[in-house]
Nanobody
Framework: QLQLVESGGGLVQPGGSLRLSCAAS????????IGWFRQAPGKEREGVSC????????KYADFVKGRFTISRDNAKNTVYLQMNSLKPEDTAVYYC??????????????????WGQGTQVTVSS
């Protein structure tokens, strides 16, 4: 069964950090660009960051630049999202997704072949 599983979410105080993991089972992430997305209640799903197959190209949404870092370890079949200086507005369900077609990476939801079930991140004092 092909699936992505996110982990690492939780409750953190403003200014704190979390590291999300996106692990693949049933397929190899080497051939996929990976995106991290988030969805807050009542809002549309939005792109947060993405990384190319090789890891040589990354993108960040303006609202996380300088605070979040995406990385991948193809040997572990896992992609990470390090989130620092978290703000209450970062509260959302975070999803990872895998895209086999895009050469670099994209925030276009329709390009992604597989999605994880999401992990809740709550930033609150």
């Amino acid at each position: 069964q092909l699936q992505l599983v996110e982990s690492g979410g939780g409750l953190v105080q403003p200014g704190g950090s979390l590291r999300l993991s996106c692990a693949a089972s049933g397929f190899t992430l080497d051939y996929y660009a990976i995106g991290w997305f988030r969805q807050a209640p009542g809002k549309e799903r939005e792109g947060v960051s993405c990384i190319s197959r090789s890891g040589g190209s990354t993108k960040y949404a303006d609202f996380v630049k300088g605070r979040f870092t995406i990385s991948r370890d193809n040997a572990k079949n896992t992609v990470y999202l390090q989130m620092n200086s978290l703000k209450p507005e970062d509260t959302a369900v975070y999803y990872c997704a895998a895209d086999r077609r895009t050469f670099l990476c994209t925030y276009a939801l329709s390009e992604y072949d597989y999605w994880g079930q999401g992990t809740q991140v709550t930033v609150s004092s």
